[in-house]
T-cell receptor, first 108, second 114 residues
Framework: QKEVEQDPGPLSVPEGAIVSLNCTYSNSAFQYFMWYRQYSRKGPELLMYTYSSGNKEDGRFTAQVDKSSKYISLFIRDSQPSDSATYLCAIPGTALIFGKGTTLSVSS | EAQVTQNPRYLITVTGKKLTVTCSQNMNHEYMSWYRQDPGLGLRQIYYSMNVEVTDKGDVPEGYKVSRKEKRNFPLILESPSPNQTSLYFC?????????????FGEGSWLTVV
């Protein structure tokens, strides 16, 4: 089993929709969890960073960690066309362990 | 402005012709790393460096070399490129390793080996 699994999508939603992006991980020792956003032909940029369990909110974005089920989520409220990108979950170690990314398209 | 700069951004080369992709950061970061990104495989680490003169293999180091003679530079060397090294490459840097919450990525280098 890979350490981080992520459904690659693609995911297409209309503007204003609530988007849920998800990853599962295998190692219960992981404590830090990140979400990156990558626009086409650009490098990934850190979007959210959470430690341990619970929720973290930043504007329209909420990162959620459920350590009991080894499940991490990113919610986007009131999605905008500018949110169209690939979203990658990542867990740090000697390297960042990335999920394969979910490609999101928000149509106006 | 905090930056990780890679060059070249786009390159088409032929099998066996040695090439170097340069990476430079202006943030005095200790940690630097190279990743490749391929469809269906995601981002995979090639090599990383915790500090000057300290480098180590990542998940997919075969066919690549790196060096870290100065803190700011971390070039990726393909001694004899092959078509399976056609990929999008990213350099990244961080103050203290991949456990930090601030890892900066370069803009990427698109490499095609024919």
């Amino acid at each position: 089993q890979k350490e981080v699994e992520q459904d690659p999508g693609p995911l297409s939603v209309p503007e204003g929709a609530i988007v849920s992006l998800n990853c599962t991980y295998s190692n219960s020792a992981f404590q830090y969890f990140m979400w990156y956003r990558q626009y086409s032909r650009k490098g990934p940029e850190l979007l959210m960073y959470t430690y341990s369990s619970g929720n973290k909110e930043d504007g329209r974005f909420t990162a959620q960690v459920d350590k009991s089920s080894k499940y991490i989520s990113l919610f986007i409220r009131d999605s905008q066309p500018s949110d169209s990108a690939t979203y990658l979950c990542a867990i740090p170690g000697t390297a960042l362990i990335f999920g394969k990314g979910t490609t999101l398209s928000v149509s106006s | 402005e905090a930056q990780v700069t890679q060059n070249p951004r786009y390159l088409i080369t032929v099998t066996g012709k040695k090439l170097t992709v340069t990476c430079s950061q202006n943030m005095n970061h200790e940690y630097m790393s190279w990743y490749r990104q391929d469809p269906g495989l995601g981002l995979r680490q090639i090599y990383y460096s915790m500090n000057v003169e300290v480098t180590d293999k990542g998940d997919v180091p075969e066919g690549y070399k790196v060096s870290r003679k100065e803190k700011r530079n971390f070039p990726l060397i393909l001694e004899s490129p092959s078509p399976n090294q056609t990929s999008l490459y990213f350099c990244a840097s961080s103050p203290w390793g991949a456990t930090g919450n601030t890892i900066y990525f370069g803009e990427g280098s698109w490499l095609t080996v024919v």
